[in-house]
C-alpha cells in the first residue's frame, strides 16, 4: 500500500508538469499568432472589378462592370493558389505594400481593377516588363480611415495581343485563374481624411515607391476646383509652387504643408504622382472644426424672488461649420430619472464672424415658484466638432418676499430702536464721560 501511494505522487506530478508544458505552449502559440505583422500576411481578400468593354448598336464605346471574388497572395513565382478564387499572385519586388498595413484582414477593403494605359506603347523600366504588360490597381482602405494605398501590379501575359494593341483587346480573365503580377509603384496616405481648427497646418501625408532607383517621378499637388498648388519633375528637376520638401522626394515623402488654415481651406487635395504610363493618387478630404464656447449668463446657482424675472442665456460662440444644436433641460437632482426638455427656448440668429466662424444664442425667460426652488437646469451645445455634447448648468434658488405683516413688524421693529437710541444715547455718553473725569 505503502508502495502505491509513492508510485501516485510522482505519477501526479507528471501529469501537472506536462499540462503546464501544454498550456505554456498553447499561450506562445497564441501569442506568437495575435502578433503576426502585416508583413507576414500570406492572402487577402478582394474584390475584383472586372470591365467589359464593347461597341453598342450606335457604334459607341461602353463598359459592363463585373464583380468578381478575388484573392491577392503574396508569393514566389510558380506558387499554386491558396483558394479557388481568382488570384492575383504578387511576387517580390521593392515594393511591398504589406510594409504600410495596419491592422488585420477584417480591418482592409480590398479592391482590384483594371489600369487602362491607353494606347500608350512602351516598356516599363525593369527587368523582365515587356511592351505588352497589363496593369492593375489594387487600393486598400482601412474601415476606420487610418490610410488608404494604391498599389500597381504588373502582369506579363504569355503572348500579346494579335493584331494591333487596342484597349478593347482585354485579357479573359476566368473565376479560377490565377495572374502572377509584380508591384511596380504604390502611392499611400495616412491622412485621407483630416479635421482641423482655424489658423492651424497641418500636413497632408502622401508617399509613394517605385520598384526602380532614378525613376521619372512627377508629382502634383491640386486643390480641387481651384487649381494646382505645387508640381515637380525629377527629370527637369523644375518645381513650381511650394509646400513640399522637394529633398524628401527622393526618400518617397511628397507630404503637403497646408498654410495656416481658414474657411477657403476646406475641400478636396490630390496628391498625384506619375511615373509614365502609371499615374496614382490619392484624394484627402479636409474639413475645418471649430468647437463652440459655450457660457452661461448666470452663476452656478441663481437666486431669485418670488415674482420676479429673469432672462437666462446660453451663449455658442466661434464654432464652425454653421450646423450646431442648443437645448436647455431642466431636472430636480436627486429625483427626475431624465430630463425635461424646456419648450419656451428661443434662439437668436446666428452670427457671422468676420473669420467665417458663427455664434448661436438660446435664451428662455425664467418667472420661478417656490416648487422651483432646487431645480437643476442644463444647456446642452451639439456640434460636429464635439465628441460628447457640452453642458453647462444652474442650480435655482427661490425666495419668498416679506409679507405685509412682516414688513410692519420689523419696520416698528427699527423705529422702536431709533427712538430708544435717541432718548437714552445721550445719557450714556454723558455718564460715560462724567465717568472719565473722575479717574
Not at 518617397?252 to 495656416?260: E, I, V
Not at 478636396?268 to 484627402?284: D, E, F, T
Request: overall charge positive.
Amino acid at each position: 500500500m505503502l508502495v502505491l501511494r509513492k508510485m501516485i505522487v510522482p505519477m501526479k506530478l507528471y501529469i501537472m508538469f506536462w499540462g503546464l508544458a501544454v498550456f505554456i505552449l498553447a499561450l506562445l502559440c497564441l501569442v506568437v499568432n495575435g502578433s503576426e505583422s502585416a508583413d507576414d500576411l500570406q492572402w487577402l481578400p478582394c474584390q475584383f472589378v472586372d470591365e467589359k468593354v464593347y461597341l453598342n448598336e450606335e457604334g459607341h464605346i461602353e463598359t459592363q462592370y463585373i464583380y468578381k471574388k478575388a484573392i491577392i497572395q503574396f508569393g514566389n513565382d510558380g506558387d499554386r493558389p491558396l483558394y479557388l478564387n481568382i488570384t492575383f499572385l504578387v511576387t517580390a519586388s521593392r515594393v511591398d505594400m504589406r510594409h504600410y498595413l495596419e491592422g488585420d484582414k477584417d480591418t482592409l477593403n480590398c479592391i482590384i481593377r483594371r489600369y487602362n494605359i491607353g494606347r500608350i506603347v512602351m516598356r516599363w523600366p525593369a527587368v523582365g516588363s515587356q511592351e505588352y504588360d497589363i496593369f492593375f490597381t489594387c487600393t486598400l482602405r482601412h474601415t476606420k480611415g487610418a490610410f488608404n494605398i494604391t498599389t500597381f501590379l504588373r502582369h506579363t501575359p504569355p503572348a500579346p495581343a494579335g493584331g494591333q494593341v487596342d484597349f478593347l483587346q482585354r485579357l479573359k480573365i476566368n473565376d479560377n485563374d490565377l495572374l502572377t503580377t509584380s508591384a511596380v509603384m504604390a502611392v499611400l496616405t495616412r491622412t485621407p481624411s483630416v479635421e482641423v481648427g482655424l489658423l492651424k497646418e497641418p500636413t497632408l501625408h502622401c508617399q509613394f515607391a517605385v520598384d526602380h532607383k532614378k525613376a521619372n517621378v512627377r508629382v502634383e499637388w491640386i486643390f480641387q476646383r481651384h487649381g494646382k498648388l505645387l508640381s515637380y519633375s525629377s527629370h527637369t528637376a523644375i518645381s513650381k509652387g511650394t509646400g513640399v520638401s522637394i529633398k524628401d522626394i527622393g526618400a518617397g515623402n511628397a507630404s503637403f504643408k497646408l498654410p495656416p488654415t481658414q474657411k477657403t481651406s476646406e475641400g478636396i487635395y490630390i496628391c498625384s504622382i506619375r511615373v509614365p504610363p502609371l499615374n496614382g493618387s490619392q484624394n484627402i478630404l479636409v474639413r475645418l472644426r471649430e468647437q463652440p464656447n459655450v457660457s452661461l449668463n448666470v452663476d452656478s446657482t441663481l437666486s431669485l424672488t418670488l415674482g420676479e424675472y429673469k432672462k437666462v442665456m446660453c451663449d455658442a460662440e466661434r464654432y464652425y461649420p454653421l450646423d450646431v444644436n442648443i437645448e436647455w433641460l431642466r431636472e430636480q437632482v436627486g429625483v427626475s430619472p431624465t430630463p425635461v426638455l424646456l419648450d419656451n427656448v428661443l434662439h437668436s440668429n446666428h452670427q457671422h464672424d468676420h473669420d467665417g466662424l458663427f455664434s448661436l444664442s438660446a435664451f428662455f425667460y425664467l418667472k420661478p415658484s417656490l416648487e422651483d426652488s432646487g431645480y437643476k437646469y442644463t444647456c446642452k451645445v451639439s456640434h460636429k466638432s464635439l465628441l460628447t455634447p457640452i453642458r453647462k448648468s444652474f442650480i435655482l434658488s427661490v425666495t419668498a418676499p416679506y409679507s405685509t405683516m412682516e414688513y410692519i413688524t420689523f419696520s416698528g421693529f427699527v423705529v422702536v430702536m431709533l427712538g430708544f437710541l435717541y432718548r437714552y444715547l445721550p445719557q450714556f455718553i454723558a455718564a460715560r464721560k462724567a465717568a472719565s473725569k473722575r479717574i
